[in-house]
Every structure is written in C-alpha cells, then in structure tokens.
C-alpha cells in the first residue's frame, strides 16, 4: 500500500488549502484514514479521520469547524478542506490508514501502519 499526499503549500491567515492523499495497492472504503500533522519539535497530533469506511468525520478540537474531511472511493483518495487557517496550522500534514484500527485507538499515530510521505502546509501571518 502506498499513499500519496499532496497539495500543501503557504495560505495566509484566514486562506484555505486543500490537501488530497491518493492511495494505491488495496482500496480505501473499508479502511479507517486519518491526517495527522506535526510541527518543528512537537509531536504528531490528530487532525481528521474517517472511521473504517463509515460516513463519520472526525476532528481534533483545534480544527473543528474550520477542516473538512471528505473521501472519494472512486478515486481512492481521501481529502482535507482546510478553511480558516491560522499561523499555528503550519505543520507537515501527513495521511494514514489502517485497515485494523479501532475506534479507541483512532486518533493514536503509532496505530496507524500506513503513512504518506507529508505535505508542508505554511500560514503566514
């Protein structure tokens, strides 16, 4: 399986970015996709997920509201509108999947067996 992030780039404060990850080798209707980011000397923190296929978005609190989740099975590509955007979304944006996560486990990095190579996203102030 590989995942193909793209569309990063630099938005100002209050733009927008749309981020796509493509995978190939084995679809992505049953698995659960999530994006996560990490900035210079932070951890890698949850941003977004579908759950194992389902229609359910979730989102970490710092970005509710402001990023969409959205998938496109035919495409097998997964997609985060990211509206709004502050100086502290600046981060490389990576997508995962995993196909035997749990729910509980959703929003943990280390659970996730599949990983994109990153897509720098910069908000200029």
């Known amino acids: 399986v590989q995942l193909q992030a793209s569309g990063g780039g630099l938005a100002q404060t209050g733009g927008y970015l749309r981020l796509s990850c493509a995978a190939s080798g084995r679809t992505f209707s049953r698995a659960t996709v999530g994006w996560f980011r990490q900035a210079p000397g932070k951890e890698r923190e949850f941003v977004a997920a579908?759950?194992?296929?389902?229609?359910?978005?979730y989102y970490a609190d710092s970005v509710k509201g402001r990023f969409t989740i959205s998938r496109d099975n035919d495409k097998n590509s997964v997609y985060l509108q990211m509206n709004d955007l502050k100086p502290e979304d600046t981060a490389v944006y990576l997508c995962?999947?995993?196909?035997?996560?749990?729910?509980?486990?959703?929003?943990?990095?280390?659970?996730?067996?599949?990983w994109g190579q990153g897509t720098q996203v910069t908000v200029s102030s």
């Open positions: 995962a999947a995993d196909w035997q996560i749990i729910m509980s486990s959703m929003r943990l990095s280390r659970e996730y067996d599949y």
């Open positions: 579908f759950f194992r296929g389902g229609g359910t978005s």
